[in-house]
């Protein structure tokens, strides 16, 4: 199975300055069809699971453009150019690439 | 408007079964893969299982051989069938849209215990 490991865990955050996520696989999430299957949720405490981008670097519709995705390969990241009150909650990468299908582990992000 | 509803969650006794239904709206269900993702309380997502529009189903291993998924496309609905329940299945399960987490339900409670 790919394990996906995100750090950090917790990421106390100022708001309006910025915020980074890593996710790292244990194999290449690179598909045979040349595609990169790697997604990003967000989810506030007591509400389920939003998906915020989509193939590494697509925001879905209505996520704010201070959300950014990148990476190739291994090794992915999620960075939000300034923290706002809503952001908080906990992020999770997730690989459909490969079966069977697997998320990281989250980080919360909270405001100092 | 995408529209997940989740239901048939209970407390029940470990070795027992239940069945889970998702009922879904809002776009096209019939060519749309379907999935169940779960989440123990104060944890980390979990893949369950998922079923495609023609019916081919995948698992994760931790429930493989214990749960079904199926699929009605009449009625716009996917059930995943919980045999042989554990304390470890205790979770909120949320039914998905496609395999990509599209859309969420909002969950239906497992409570497995004696």
């Known amino acids: 199975d790919v394990v996906m490991t995100q750090s950090p865990l917790s990421l106390p955050v100022t708001l309006g300055q910025p915020a980074s996520i890593s996710c790292r696989s244990s194999?290449?999430?690179?598909?045979?069809?040349?595609?990169?299957?790697l997604h990003w949720f967000h989810q506030r405490p007591g509400q389920s699971p939003r998906r915020l981008i989509y193939?590494?670097?697509n925001r879905d519709s209505g996520v704010p453009d201070r959300f950014s995705g990148s990476g190739s390969g291994t090794d992915f990241t999620l960075k939000i150019s300034r923290v706002e009150a809503e952001d908080v909650g906990v992020y999770y990468c997730?690989?459909?690439?490969?079966?069977?299908?697997?998320f990281g582990g989250g980080t919360k992000v909270e405001i100092k | 408007e995408v529209h997940l509803l989740e239901s048939g969650g209970a407390l029940v006794q470990p070795g027992g079964s239940l069945r889970l239904s998702c009922a879904a709206s809002?776009?096209?269900?019939?060519?749309?893969?379907m999935t169940w993702v779960r989440q123990a309380p104060g944890k980390g997502l979990e893949w369950v299982s998922s079923?495609?529009?023609?019916?081919?189903?995948a698992y994760a291993d931790s429930v493989k051989g214990r749960f079904t998924i199926s699929r009605d496309n009449s009625k716009n609905t996917v059930d995943l069938l919980m045999n042989t329940l554990r304390a470890d299945d205790t979770a909120l399960y949320y039914c998905?849209?496609?395999?990509?987490?599209?859309?969420w339900g909002q969950g239906t409670l497992v409570t497995v215990s004696a």
């Open positions: 998905t849209k496609g395999h990509w987490g599209d859309d």
């Open positions: 809002g776009f096209t269900f019939s060519t749309s893969y």
């Open positions: 079923i495609t529009s023609s019916g081919s189903t």
């Open positions: 194999q290449s999430l690179v598909d045979r069809d040349g595609n990169t299957y």
């Open positions: 193939k590494v670097s």
């Open positions: 997730m690989q459909v690439t490969h079966w069977p299908l697997t």
